[in-house]
Structures are given as C-alpha cells and as structure tokens.
C-alpha cells in the first residue's frame, strides 16, 4: 500500500520535470543501476493490465458517485491510520520531536476529529509527518539498489520492499482489527489514491517515450525526496581552478 502511493506520487514529479524526465528511454546510462530490467519490463507490463482493467475503472467509478469533499474525509482516515507507522518510524530515526508532533496528531484527529475525518490536528499547528522503514533504512545507511518492479505494488527496490513488509507486520493497528478490516482499509486506499493521480498518471504515460524508464528514475528521485524529508540535495563539488596559474596555462 505505502509502495503504491510512492508510485502514484511519481506524477507530480513527472509534471514537474514534464520536459525532461518524461521523454527518459532505456539505455546504457542505468544498465548498472537496473540489471533486472527484463524482468522488470515484464512485471511492469503485468501491473499496467492489472490497473486497465481493475484499479483505474474502480477509481473512476470512485471520483464518478463521490462527491470530492466525501473523497476528502476518506483520505483524511486512512491518514489517520496510518500514524502508528509513522510515529514509530520516527522515533527509530532520533526525529523525536517529529515523534511527538505525531502522536499528537493521531490523539487529536481519532478525539476532536472524528477518528480522523477531519484534520484538527494541521489546525493545531501539527503537520503530517510521513516516515516508513524504507526510510528508516536509509538513514541507517541501507543503499537503494537494484531497481525493483514488484507485482501490483509497482516501483521499489530490496530497500523498500522490505521496509514495506516490517511496516505491515509491525502496524499495531492490524493486529487489533479484523482481517475484513485489513482488506477493506487495503482496497480503500488503493481505489482513494488512483483517483487522486488519474489525470497526473494519464498525461505521464501519454507524454512518455518510455513510460517504465519515466517511473524509474521519478521513483528513485522522489524516494531520495522523502529520504530527505523535502530538503535540497547535496551540492556536488566542483573543482577549484587557479586560472592565474602559469603551469595550467602553459598547457
């Protein structure tokens, strides 16, 4: 689940960097970073059947008869729940008072905001604060690859993959809840964030050359992103040239 939304997330990214990102074709350039790509390729393709025929109709289906303002309360409670992962993934990095920002948010919105329907908690001064292990991994040094095409769950890698599955097993939340509960806040998410992207996912696969190179290297910047928690990259080095330096100018 948290694996899709990375997924879907890579839209807006794509709109960002319309001009560049989307026109990215297979080539020797990432053979290293991706030497699973035939494989890939193939599980990339399962996935986008899969999506043509079950998850985009269900999202259409679900922007059709609800109206946006329902839409927004729903994604509102899956938030909601999902704050029991994110405190305990930001108490494992040292962001403790990212922690407590959290545990704030989960008290507020599940009391004063309905079980989370409405965001008391942002009007309070406390912010969303998303964190999974795949992050957690990666400030503990965890490198990021090979690339992954992981079936229905779509872009990841050994790192994330990974963080994903502790991040469900160790949810406290499904293992006080019935299993139908599990299934149905899976699928309601699913279906919730798909019709948030239709349109962003639609013009990134029109406008891309290569739709699965597109995806990959937006996935691999926008986990570097969350890794990042939105902060700029490091700036590289650039060498220092003496130009006054008779030696260099000799040459």
């Not at 406008?207 to 699965?212: A, C, E, G, I, L």
């Amino acid at each position: 689940m948290a694996t899709l939304r990375r997924w879907l997330a890579c839209a807006l990214l794509t709109c960002a960097l319309l001009g560049g990102a989307a026109d990215l074709r297979a080539n020797d350039a990432y053979g290293d970073d991706d030497p699973l790509e035939g494989l890939n390729r193939v599980v990339f393709e399962f996935n986008q059947a899969i999506d043509a025929l079950v998850l985009k109709p269900a999202a259409e289906l679900y922007v059709a008869f609800l109206p946006e303002e329902v839409r927004y309360r729903v994604s509102n409670v899956l938030r909601n729940l999902g704050e029991p992962i994110n405190l305990l993934n930001n108490l494992a990095q040292g962001k403790f008072e990212r922690a407590g920002a959290t545990l704030m948010r989960f008290s507020i919105n599940s009391t004063f905001g309905v079980a989370g329907i409405f965001d008391v908690a942002t009007d309070w001064g406390y912010e969303h604060t998303p964190e999974d292990f795949g992050q957690t991994l990666a400030t503990w040094g965890v490198g990021d690859k090979p690339f992954l095409m992981l079936p229905l769950l779509g872009p990841s890698n050994p790192r994330d993959a990974l963080g994903f599955a502790v991040d469900w097993v160790a949810d406290p939340l499904a293992h006080i809840t019935p299993a139908d509960a599990g299934v149905a806040r899976a699928a309601t998410s699913g279906v919730s964030q798909r019709a948030e992207y239709l349109d962003e996912l639609e013009t990134v696969e029109r406008t891309s050359v290569d739709f699965y190179a597109a995806l990959r290297e937006l996935y691999r910047q926008y986990r570097a992103d969350d890794v990042r928690d939105g902060a700029p990259p490091p700036i590289m080095d650039v060498p220092d040239f003496d130009f006054d330096d008779e030696e260099w100018l000799e040459e």
